[in-house]
């Protein structure tokens, strides 16, 4: 894969035609998703099979991956338990909950991975975020 992290953090959404399938030494076509061998599809398929399609489109799109990780935690905050806004599911109440990476990312936490990811209220993401940031000064200034 051509794409590294740092440039997905800093354009955010990587528009999906942008990336390019690797071949392996048969010069068979690898999958996006699975690095598996696509076979017996049109000559410009990218992926195996339509799950992989839609399972890439998902991880590589960080809006959907939030809305799936919230519906998955039920609009509840996995830390205290908050569920006020569980009932209005409209945009304005998902915003009062936020998608955080349960082993932050500096510290090799996997960035588009759901079982790294879950839902946290705002007040304990503020709280978590302080502390691994002071954390990551810790760790920067010994170094
Ligand atoms: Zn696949
Ligand atoms: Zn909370």
């Known amino acids: 894969m051509t794409i590294t992290n740092i440039q997905y953090i800093r354009r955010k959404h990587i528009p999906l035609h942008s990336y390019k399938n690797n071949y392996d030494q048969n010069s068979n076509k690898l999958c996006l998703n699975c690095n598996k061998p696509v076979l017996g599809r049109r000559s410009d398929a990218k992926y195996c099979s339509n799950d992989c399609s839609w399972d890439f489109y998902v991880k590589n799109n960080w809006r959907l991956l939030r809305i799936k990780i919230m519906r998955r935690d039920k609009f509840t905050c996995q830390q ?64």
């Open 80 to 143: 205290c338990g908050d569920k006020r806004n569980r009932i209005k599911v409209n945009e304005r109440s998902r915003r009062n909950f936020q998608v955080d990476h349960k082993i932050p990312v500096f510290k090799g936490g996997k960035q588009l991975e759901e079982s790294n990811l879950w839902t946290l209220c705002i007040k304990c993401h503020l709280a978590k975020t302080r502390s691994e940031l002071r954390e990551r000064s810790y760790t920067k200034n010994n170094k």
